[in-house]
C-alpha cells in the first residue's frame, strides 16, 4: 500500500465546476497535510494545508481532513481553465518528513 | 529575486558518468532537500539538509551524495550513473522546514542517462 494515494486521472470538469480531489494516507502517525499545484513542466506551489480536522476554505479552495477516514481531499469551485494542473497531496508523517502521492491531473474544458 | 537556482536544466548522460547537479538559493534558507520526479509520480525526497554542514538521507539516498558547506549552496552528486537515475530533479528551500509544508522549488533538472 502506497504511503500517500490519489486517483492519477485525468479528472475532467467544466468550466465553472466544483472539482473535488481526493487523498488517503496510510500513517495515522500523520500530522500535517498540504495540497501542491503542478503546472506542466514546472515545479510545485503550495496552495493549501490543513492540521485538523474538519473544513479550511481560502476563497475558491476548500481542504477537508478526517483523520479517523485517513482522507483528505480539494475542492476547487468555479473550476476554471487555468486551474488545469496536476495537483500533489503531500502528508508529514513522524519522523518529519514530507511524503507526496503521484498527483491528480485536473483538466477544466472551457 | 532569484529564489532556488537550479542549473543544469537539461542533461544527457551516458551510463557510467557522473555529474553535479547545483542548487543556490539567496534566501538565507538553514533547510535544503533535493527530489526527484518520475513521470506521473509524486515528489521522492533523496536528501536533506538542516543548515551549513548537516546532511542526511531521504527516502532514495542510493546512488547521490550531497554536501552543505555554505547555507547557500546545496549540490547533488550522481556517481556512475544509472538509467534508473533519469528523472527530473527538484532542489528546494524553506525557511522553517517542511513543517509549513512551504518549499521553495527550484525550476528543476531533467536528467536522462542513456
Known amino acids: ?110 | 529575486n532569484a529564489g532556488v537556482t537550479q542549473t543544469p536544466k537539461f542533461r544527457i548522460l551516458k551510463i557510467g558518468q557522473s555529474m553535479t547537479l547545483q542548487c543556490t538559493q539567496d534566501m538565507n534558507h538553514n533547510y535544503m532537500y533535493w527530489y526527484r520526479q518520475d513521470p506521473g509520480m509524486g515528489l521522492k525526497l533523496i536528501y536533506y539538509s538542516v543548515g551549513a554542514g548537516i546532511t542526511d538521507k531521504g527516502e532514495v539516498p542510493n546512488g547521490y551524495n550531497v554536501s552543505r558547506s555554505t547555507t547557500e549552496d546545496f549540490p547533488l552528486r550522481l556517481e556512475l550513473a544509472a538509467p534508473s537515475q533519469t528523472s527530473v530533479y527538484f532542489c528546494a528551500s524553506s525557511p522553517t522546514g517542511v513543517g509549513t509544508g512551504e518549499l521553495f522549488f527550484g525550476e528543476g533538472s531533467r536528467l536522462t542517462v542513456l
Not at chain 1, 487523498?23 to 500535517?32: A, K, N, V
Not at chain 1, 480536522?53 to 482522507?71: I, P, V
Not at chain 1, 513522524?94 to 502521492?101: C, D, K, P, V, Y
Open chain 1, 1 to 110: 500500500q502506497k504511503e500517500v494515494e490519489q486517483n492519477s486521472g485525468p479528472l475532467s470538469v467544466p468550466e465553472g465546476a466544483i472539482a473535488s480531489l481526493n487523498c488517503t494516507y496510510s500513517d495515522r502517525g500523520s500530522q500535517s497535510f498540504f495540497w501542491y499545484r503542478q503546472y506542466s513542466g514546472k515545479s510545485p506551489e503550495l496552495i493549501m494545508f490543513i492540521y485538523s480536522n474538519g473544513d479550511k476554505e481560502d476563497g475558491r479552495f476548500t481542504a477537508q481532513l478526517n483523520k479517523a477516514s485517513q482522507y483528505v481531499s480539494l475542492l476547487i469551485r468555479d473550476s476554471q481553465p487555468s486551474d488545469s494542473a496536476t495537483y500533489l497531496c503531500a502528508v508529514i508523517k513522524a519522523g518529519n518528513m514530507l511524503t507526496f502521492g503521484g498527483g491528480t491531473r485536473l483538466m477544466v474544458k472551457p
